[in-house]
C-alpha cells in the first residue's frame, strides 16, 4: 500500500500518517524530516528530492507533508492520497496544543534538533499564508486528477470515523 497525506498546517495529518503507519505497519516519511536540517535550517530541493526517490521506490510507504513541487510521482505512485481540509480555526487550536505538549521537545515528525516552536511567521502561515488561492487549487487539482483514490476530511470526526471503519484500535 502506498499513502500520500496532504493538508493544512496543524490539521492532524503527522497523527494520522502515524496511525496508519502502525495499523498498516508500513514505512512512513514525514517530509518535514527531510525538508529541515537541525535547528530549522532548510535543506534544498535537490536534497529533499533525492530523499523522496529513494524512500518511494519500496514496495509500501506513507509519505506525510505538501511540499506540492517536489515529486509529483508521489501522487501517480500512491494508492490513496488523504487531503486534510480542516477550517483554520481548528488546525491553530491544535498548534497551539501541540505547542504546549511538546515545550522544549521535539516531535517524532520533526528532525533532530528542531524543537516545537511557535512563532509569527507560522502562527500567519496556519491561519492565512498557508490557505493561498494557490493552495487551495492544488488540492482541488489532486481532487480531480486522481479523485477515486482521494478521501478528504473536513473535520476530527470524519478522521475518527475512517480510522475506526479500517478497524484501528486506538480510535
Known amino acids: 500500500m502506498k499513502i500520500v497525506i496532504l493538508g493544512y498546517s496543524g490539521a ?3 497523527t494520522f500518517a502515524k496511525n496508519l503507519h502502525n495499523h498498516y505497519q ?3 516519511l514525514y517530509l518535514d524530516t527531510v525538508h529541515f536540517a537541525p535547528n530549522w535550517v532548510e535543506r534544498s530541493d535537490e536534497a529533499m528530492e533525492k530523499d523522496m526517490k ?5 514496495d509500501n510507504w506513507i509519505m506525510e507533508g505538501n511540499y506540492r513541487r517536489l515529486l509529483p510521482q508521489r501522487y501517480q505512485d500512491a494508492d490513496k492520497i488523504f ?4 477550517n483554520r480555526i481548528t488546525c491553530l487550536y491544535q498548534v497551539i496544543k501541540r505547542r504546549i505538549q511538546y515545550r522544549n521537545k521535539q516531535r517524532e515528525s ?5 524543537k516545537e516552536k511557535i512563532d509569527f511567521e507560522f502562527f500567519m502561515w496556519v491561519i492565512h499564508n498557508g490557505r493561498t488561492k494557490t493552495r487551495r487549487k492544488f488540492f482541488k487539482d489532486i481532487k480531480n486528477k486522481h479523485g477515486h483514490k482521494v478521501i478528504e476530511f473536513k473535520n476530527k470526526r470524519q478522521i475518527r470515523k475512517y480510522l475506526h471503519d479500517i478497524g484501528y484500535k486506538n480510535v
Open 12 to 14: 492532524g495529518k503527522s
Open 54 to 58: 529513494e524512500f518511494i521506490s519500496q
Open 83 to 86: 487531503i486534510f481540509n480542516i
Open 110 to 114: 520533526m528532525t533532530d534538533g528542531c
Open 26 to 28: 508500513i514505512p512512513l
